[in-house]
């Protein structure tokens, strides 16, 4: 309905075709001097750049060749010529790069997905390193230049997946060369959080902890009322609850949030909370949306309007946002 829709109105917005350009820039010399080879494996089923409407005008994206494995490799190879001394193979797999439109309350937003994997590959194995997966929506009456926002944070993503690749640790899990584009299932049945065994009651500090099932020794959540408090050990040791990343409890498992303890919910495609954007990041409401997409955050401004957007944020549409059990970041969908 949406995209019919979103048709019928083309006509309407059409007024001049522009192409940007994502240029690859920025510098992503590896300055520890450990990678011996980069390469990049399109995994996408539909590997072409979708367009998008922004104020009347039609954009399209596309890399410096329309080659992106090449675009990419060639950006790497130019800024590390002397790589002699370098041991790593690193592969980075392209699982989604799109840019599309969608409507929302008669309102055009342009939606940037991305979803890049890197990895270590060792005899005919890849081990994991790095993943940045999210979706950025930004309403085009809300934000100006969203085609430049796209195209250059498109590069800053891949710039930083990089430099953080680079001096990453691998994931001591091998991953045979023909399961790669199924790598995470593989790497989802390592981690009891996804066994048919359930959750271990218990008090967790970070995502590790959670997925692994290792609940700190010996420390009860302390309440007031229905709200988690402290989390305190048999020697008075005590955790706030600011420093508690999630807890099971009776086999239902609360993640810590800006709003406080969500419920942390599991489907198939993994764990999410029930929530939105500015419920999970409140400083978002005074700072450019562009922000979010690398989940940078400003200082909350005091007052009644910001008091009066957050009560309004945890009134709207609330929708499953996923923590991503390789990073622990969240993975939005809208």
Do not use: H
Request: net charge positive; hydrophobic share 35%; aromatic share 14%.
């Amino acid at each position: 309905m949406k995209k019919g829709l979103l048709l019928v109105m083309l006509p309407f917005l059409l007024f001049a075709q522009n192409k940007q350009s994502v240029k690859l820039n920025y510098p992503v010399k590896d300055y520890t001097g450990t990678t011996r080879s980069f390469e990049v494996i399109d995994a996408r089923k539909d590997q072409t750049i979708k367009d998008i409407v922004f104020r009347g005008k039609y954009y399209s994206f596309k890399f410096p060749t329309d080659n992106l494995s090449q675009d990419l490799e060639n950006w790497f190879e130019k800024a590390n010529k002397k790589r002699d001394k370098g041991t790593n193979d690193i592969v980075m797999l392209v699982e989604g790069l799109n840019i599309s439109n969608d409507i929302r309350n008669k309102e055009i937003f342009c939606v940037l997905e991305m979803k890049f994997s890197t990895f270590l590959k060792k005899d005919n194995s890849y081990y994991f390193l790095k993943r940045y997966d999210n979706v950025i929506s930004l309403n085009t009456k809300e934000v100006g230049g969203i085609p430049d926002v796209f195209s250059e944070n498109t590069q800053k993503v891949l710039q930083k997946l990089m430099f953080d690749t680079y001096r990453a640790a691998p994931l001591g899990i091998a991953i045979p060369s023909n399961e790669l584009i199924g790598y995470n299932e593989t790497l989802k049945s390592n981690y009891p959080a996804f066994s048919e065994t359930g959750l271990k009651d218990g008090v967790y500090l970070d995502y590790n902890s959670f997925f692994n099932q290792t609940p700190i020794d010996n420390y009860q959540l302390i309440k007031n009322k229905d709200e988690v408090v402290r989390a305190v050990n048999s020697k008075d040791e005590r955790i706030p609850a600011r420093k508690i990343y999630s807890y099971v409890e009776n086999g239902k498992a609360y993640k810590n949030t800006q709003a406080g303890f969500l419920d942390l919910q599991k489907d198939q495609r993994g764990y999410f909370v029930m929530g939105n954007k500015y419920m999970l990041f409140p400083e978002e409401i005074n700072v450019s949306s562009a922000y979010f997409l690398f989940g940078v955050v400003g200082g909350i401004a005091a007052g009644i309007e910001f008091n009066v957007k957050y009560n309004k944020a945890l009134k709207d549409e609330r929708y499953p946002i996923y923590i991503d059990f390789l990073n622990g970041e969240y993975s939005f969908e809208k």
